[in-house]
């Protein structure tokens, strides 16, 4: 299976806008990107209309992913921050939806890089309070035809879902039409035993996938195994494309949440170079197999 293969705008700025897009969305054409990924940092950061015209002039398909800063919280949080968050899913669901896009991803848990012991009766409250949270929200998304994806962060980032079983299970009755998961390989090769047979579990429910080296660098110049990744995703029939998304240490939303300390590349110009041609590579080869 051939997918598209996209990268986020976060590769190389923060926060998106208006006036650094079109330059944004041509780099990612030129080298040969078919999507990319739009983060919402702050509602009015950039214009749907105005983003739904480049990208189209450059014949890139659009993906909404969400960012979930300081404050913004499902769970575990005052009532005023949860209609607040709320509020924000629903502005990026109409992003989604004046663009034409057909995913909304991000880890709409929690904040990112909120993290507490808790134990079974806590995290079972918890879970609750995210599904209670997160329904209105779920079936706002499954009115405009539009799949919300939630993201399992690794065990630095949050304490709450992890793992695609956890993700499967905290999230397991609202799953469907308005909402599957995003898997990200980075996360993904912190987290779990065997990253194939998470990916298989996802099935049906897997939404959007994020890629890059298990450093956060390139694809291909890492020690992940590429080629089962895929067979993986061919075996949960995700045909959906597979977003590239790495880091500045300038992002001030994600950076530090995400610990991007150091370079991860040369440049990121050719951090996203590197990747295109490698996935391009094996999906070539995979073809002619």
């Not at 880890?107 to 012991?117: D, E, H, K």
């Not at 090769?189 to 194939?196: A, D, K, M, T, Y």
């Not at 959007?208 to 660098?217: E, M, P, S």
């Not at 694809?219 to 995700?238: E, K, Q, S, T």
Request: net charge negative; proline share 6%; aromatic share 6%.
């Amino acid at each position: 299976m051939r997918r598209i293969i996209g990268v986020n705008t976060w590769v190389w700025a923060s926060p998106l806008t208006d006036e650094n897009l079109p330059e944004l969305a041509a780099k990612a054409a030129g080298l040969g990107f078919g999507a990319i990924e739009l983060p919402v940092e702050q509602p009015g950061d950039w214009a749907p209309e105005r983003a739904a015209e480049v990208l189209a002039r450059h014949g890139l398909a659009p993906i909404v992913v969400g960012a979930m800063g300081p404050g913004r919280n499902l769970l575990a949080a005052p009532g005023s921050e949860i209609v607040a968050t709320q509020n924000y899913l629903v502005h990026c669901l109409g992003v989604a939806e004046r663009l034409g896009a057909r995913v909304v991803a991000g880890p709409f848990t929690s904040a990112t890089g909120r993290a507490w012991r808790m134990d079974a009766a806590e995290r079972r409250e918890r879970i609750e309070e995210l599904r209670r949270n997160l329904a209105p929200v779920v079936r706002q998304a499954e009115a405009r035809g539009i799949r919300l994806a939630v993201e399992p962060l690794n065990r630095y980032e949050t304490s709450l879902v992890n793992t695609v079983e956890q993700a499967l299970d905290a999230l397991g009755p609202l799953l469907g039409p308005g909402l599957g998961l995003a898997l990200d390989s980075y996360h993904l090769n912190i987290e779990e035993r065997s990253i194939g047979d998470a990916i298989r579990a996802a099935g049906e429910h897997l939404a959007h996938v994020q890629v890059c080296g298990n450093d956060r660098g390139p694809v291909g110049d890492d020690h992940l195994d590429w080629p089962a990744f895929l067979d993986a995703l061919d075996d949960a029939g995700y045909a959906g494309p597979l977003g590239l998304e790495s880091f500045t240490g300038e992002n001030a939303t994600i950076a530090v949440a995400a610990s991007v300390w150091r370079p991860l590349a040369a440049s990121q110009d050719e951090l996203a170079a590197r990747s295109i041609r490698y996935l391009q590579a094996l999906q070539d080869e995979r073809a002619r197999a």
